[in-house]
Antibody, heavy 118, light 110 residues
Framework: QVQLVQSGAEVKKPGASVKVSCKAS????????MHWVRQAPGQGLEWVGW????????NYAQKFQGWVTMTRDTSISTAYMELSSLKSDDTAVYYC???????????WGQGTLVTVSS | QTVVTQEPSFSVSPGGTVTLTCGLS?????????PGWYQQTPGQAPRTLIY???TRSSGVPDRFSGTILGNKAALTITGAQADDQSDYYC??????????FGGGTRLTVL
């Protein structure tokens, strides 16, 4: 079965960067896009972007262009999302979610809480 | 800037039927948007209920159904149960690789 296991919670200072990992198993890693979605405390879901593990092409939401970077390591079936120049309002749970084959997220990781605080 | 619209909140009685909708601030939702629906309870990751308009994810009971109603996507829950009390989010594929979530509907069962 599809499993996505994310890295643990992070606490960062404003201006720092954070890199969250998402290890996939139970399917062919290069066969499906991986989305990243975030959820600020008490707020809704916000799409950050996706990476195509087969080749590494990315597509970021306009809001995140310039300060998010998505990468992957196919040898260990792991996707990464790095956010730079963190601000306090980047405090959120960040989810990876495998595509269903229709350009939309379907299988979800457990989430990684990133707290930005001085 | 296109916005995906959902009712902020809804209430249903146990055993009742409720339809949540998902629209666009500009234009109509169609099957070409591959509308999907997620259920989320506090502290948990979202759970995929419906994708591509009406396909139920594995393990989702058939009292959850999706369709297009007029110019919106819709999620209908028939025979609502107490544990259906959750936040529900719709998602649309906007083309050119762009994904948009709705703001979510908080469903109360009482």
């Amino acid at each position: 079965q599809v499993q996505l296991v994310q890295s643990g919670a992070e606490v960062k200072k404003p201006g720092a960067s954070v890199k969250v990992s998402c290890k996939a198993s139970g399917y062919t890693f290069t066969g499906y896009y991986m989305h990243w979605v975030r959820q600020a405390p008490g707020q809704g879901l916000e799409w950050v972007g996706w990476i195509n593990p087969n080749g590494g092409a990315t597509n970021y939401a306009q809001k995140f262009q310039g300060w998010v970077t998505m990468t992957r390591d196919t040898s260990i079936s792991t996707a990464y999302m790095e956010l730079s120049s963190l601000k306090s309002d980047d405090t959120a749970v960040y989810y990876c979610a495998r595509d269903l084959g229709n350009n939309l997220p379907g299988y979800w990781g457990q989430g990684t809480l990133v707290t930005v605080s001085s | 800037q296109t916005v995906v619209t959902q009712e902020p909140s809804f209430s249903v009685s146990p055993g009742g039927t409720v339809t949540l909708t998902c629209g666009l601030s500009s234009g109509s939702v169609s099957t070409s948007h591959y509308p999907g629906w997620y259920q989320q309870t506090p502290g948990q990751a979202p759970r995929t209920l419906i994708y591509s308009t009406k396909t139920r994810s594995s393990g989702v009971p058939d009292r959850f159904s999706g369709t297009i109603l007029g110019n919106k996507a819709a999620l209908t829950i028939t025979g609502a149960q107490a544990d259906d009390q959750s936040d529900y989010y719709c998602v649309l594929y906007m083309g050119r690789g762009i994904v948009l979530f709705g703001g979510g509907t908080r469903l109360t069962v009482l």
